[in-house]
């Protein structure tokens, strides 16, 4: 174990040593290659511009690298990958296509990913607006939004055990130590397994979700509310409007475009769901999801890289929208420049 | 007078903010505070009473067999019975008792109760017993239920247990061994990267940032059957393992690498122009001025980018499962606590103490750079973990 702690440090200082040596010593070999002799002004300034334009690609040269290998070659490959076989050799056409829309879970997952989406995003943002509008009003509000806020830092697999033991079903006359069934028969009612509940289990889990993400609706929301310019708020009141007008009237409209933020980077996140259906019910009791039944399929029998691939795309095709508006944004950002 | 204050003078009475956001609070709270709570408890307290009741003390029903009727001493008219209802048991405060199965917590403790035909039965706390009648006993020794409350108590045995011999202590190393070089390596690489997209004229740059900004939503699925693939075959062809740390450092640096990019470029753009274009007057290098002053200034950026990857590669699981192998020397905290769920189903307090092993990282880190966490949250809100 001390070797290993030894060898990681280790790893990180030789790591960050031969990443700054690639940049200095392409600098250096930059500089001698194209040389800025002093006597011949000609020259010197052909070499300065040659060295322009080649430093730009050293420097951006090994986040390229990582981006072409890591995201840029799979997505093509899988797109590929979902016309072959399962081993990947031989070509079958829509073959992994028709298959999914004929299998059973393949359609749960559909379902239960729209169910996701369709409850989980509006949930968080709904809080999250709730709470940071509560919380801007009290003198311990920054307390408070940290207490929501720190699930953030929990890993799913963390959360999932701590709503895991929540959600706990004792049989038979044992004592209930799960909250929720403890609760369930202090008010008179009977325990239920909560999490094999088919249908409703589903929102179970949704909850350890919307428990993670309403924080980081909340402090978003928070900062766009007190980006609000107050005349229009002071406006408001002088003309004896009220709370709820204020807020839904002149409030939320002023911080829609956050809002779609929120909303949007959470529906991402969504369809990226995974390790909290893995350790909940690893898909049982009719919770499976895409990004499961994919991660079920790259290893199931062997491996069937077609149909995970095919998958994979469902999930890909879900957030392209989203994609193609980012980059939109960001050119006419960068446009107004 | 600021929004905020604006916002005071609207809406609901003050009171009932405050009490709805400390219901929300402790609503949120509870949920962590059950595992922490439940980690430091004994296995047969967990089992025996909600976590809730631990600092209260657990109140279990049991059942006692009082002596038999030969032991009985006669007092005058009455006959009496008296000893202890803990004799060769554990001991405890006795809360109720009951002589029904069904009624068990029927009388309190320390007062005399009259149990019908003439008898009248007194169980103090202390476990002592007085059963008197008004003629001679007969039969065996009576059964009582009792309420016994045991006193809160606390351990950090579960800990102990599941650092030496459930190997979370060696995972806690192998997270750290993933964590720690996979925040440092993006970050550099990303560095350079953004300074070329913000200082540097060349063909193609908005392409690239348009790339960039695209990739930073690609879900990873997308990426790992083609990234398994390859590395089987690069494992295959030059006989080392397809599962290493190397690998995987590579992996989480290339997936954090699209969102590393965007802050770091949003915030080096917006460096003023001046102090780079007189550096560059004077004579500096670019390389030069990419140490000297663009690292320097970018710090919170910087800063904020860390937080982010460090807890994002600290809490991953997927990239983890496909890329590192299940090995002691290598299954991460996730993985640990995810096996654990598997194996140890029920063994709150494996999993418990486990799960706070496997949280309380995070949120030191989270509790100790909240400020720069909430800065590239908001200056980065696009991608979502």
Request: glycine share 10%; proline share 4%.
């Amino acid at each position: 174990m001390i070797s290993q702690i030894v060898s990681a440090v280790g790893v990180v200082i030789a790591g960050v040593f031969v990443c700054a040596l690639y940049y200095w010593l392409s600098d250096k070999i930059l500089q001698i290659v194209f040389p800025v002799p002093v006597e011949n002004v000609r020259a010197a300034s052909v070499n300065l511009n040659r060295r322009a334009m080649v430093r730009p690609w050293l420097f951006l040269g090994p986040a390229l690298l990582l981006l072409v290998v890591y995201l840029v070659y799979p997505v093509v490959a899988t797109f590929f990958l979902s016309f072959y076989d399962r081993s990947g050799g031989n070509f079958v056409g829509l073959a992994n296509y028709r298959w999914a829309i004929q299998d059973a879970q393949f359609r749960q997952s559909i379902f239960n990913n729209i169910l996701w989406l369709a409850v989980v995003p509006a949930a968080c943002t709904f809080f999250g607006l709730v709470i940071a509008v509560l919380t801007d009003r009290i003198w311990w509000g920054n307390l408070a939004k940290s207490l929501i806020f720190m699930p953030m830092a929990i890993s799913f697999v963390g959360a999932s055990v701590i709503w895991k033991f929540i959600y706990e079903y004792r049989g038979g006359s044992e004592t209930q130590i799960g909250l929720l069934n403890a609760i369930v028969q202090a008010i008179g009612g009977s325990p239920q397994v909560w999490i094999s509940l088919p249908f409703w289990n589903n929102f179970f889990l949704m909850a350890i979700l919307i428990w993670i993400q309403t924080g980081f609706a909340m402090v978003i929301l928070s900062a766009a509310l007190r980006g609000i310019p107050e005349e229009t708020i002071e406006a408001a009141v002088i003309d004896g409007a009220s709370g709820w007008q204020i807020f839904w009237k002149i409030m939320v409209p002023q911080i829609w475009g956050t809002i779609a933020v929120v909303w949007t980077t959470i529906t991402i996140l969504v369809l990226k769901v995974f390790d909290i259906v893995l350790t909940m019910t690893n898909g049982q009791w009719n919770t499976m999801v895409l990004a499961n039944l994919m991660f079920d399929w790259m290893f199931r029998g062997g491996g069937d890289s077609g149909r995970s691939a095919v998958i994979a795309l469902i999930i890909m095709a879900a957030v392209t929208p989203i994609m193609i508006w980012n980059i939109r944004q960001a050119n006419k950002e960068m446009g107004g420049h | 007078m600021s929004a905020a204050a604006s916002l005071r003078r609207i809406g609901l009475p003050r009171l009932i903010v405050h009490v709805s956001v400390l219901v929300i609070c402790i609503i949120w709270l509870i949920p962590t505070l059950g595992i922490l709570v439940t980690s430091f408890r004994e296995a047969g307290q967990i089992t025996a009473s909600g976590w809730w009741t631990a600092f209260t003390g657990a109140a279990e029903t049991s059942a006692a067999r009082l002596g038999e009727p030969s032991t009985a001493k006669q007092n005058g008219t009455n006959y009496v019975i008296s000893g202890s209802v803990f004799e060769g048991g554990k001991g405890g405060t006795v809360r109720a008792f009951g002589t029904r199965v069904a009624a068990p917590t029927e009388f309190t403790a320390g007062q005399p109760a009259d149990i019908g035909n003439g008898e009248t039965l007194t169980v103090n706390e202390d476990g002592s017993y007085t059963y008197s009648k008004n003629a001679p006993f007969e039969g065996r020794g009576k059964r009582v239920y009792l309420s016994v409350a045991t006193p809160p108590s606390f351990t950090t045995e579960n800990y102990r247990t599941v650092l030496t011999s459930q190997g979370i202590g060696q995972s806690f190393v192998n997270s750290l061994t993933v964590a720690v070089p996979a925040t440092i390596i993006p970050i550099l690489i990303a560095a350079f990267a953004a300074y070329a997209l913000s200082w540097m004229e060349f063909p193609g740059r908005a392409l690239i940032i348009a790339l960039v900004v695209g990739l930073i939503v690609v879900p990873l699925q997308m990426s790992l059957i083609p990234l398994l693939k390859m590395y089987n075959e690069i494992g295959n062809f030059f006989g080392v393992p397809s599962r290493s740390y190397a690998g995987i450092w590579l992996a989480h640096s290339a997936f954090g690498m699209p969102l590393a990019i965007y802050l770091l470029r949003n915030y080096i753009s917006g460096l003023p122009r001046e102090i780079i274009e007189s550096a560059r007057v004077d004579g500096a290098s670019d390389f030069e001025i990419f140490v000297k002053i663009i690292l320097p200034l970018s710090f919170p950026a910087l800063a904020s980018f860390s937080i982010f990857q460090f807890l994002w590669t600290w809490n991953d699981l997927l990239v983890a499962m496909v890329f590192l192998g299940t090995g002691k020397d290598q299954l991460v905290l996730t993985g640990a606590l995810n096996a654990l769920l598997g194996s140890m189903g029920g063994k709150w307090e494996i999993l418990t103490a486990s799960a706070f092993i496997t949280i309380v990282v995070p949120i030191i880190v989270f509790f100790a750079l909240q400020r720069y966490l909430v800065r590239g949250l908001l200056a980065g809100s696009v991608k979502g973990g």
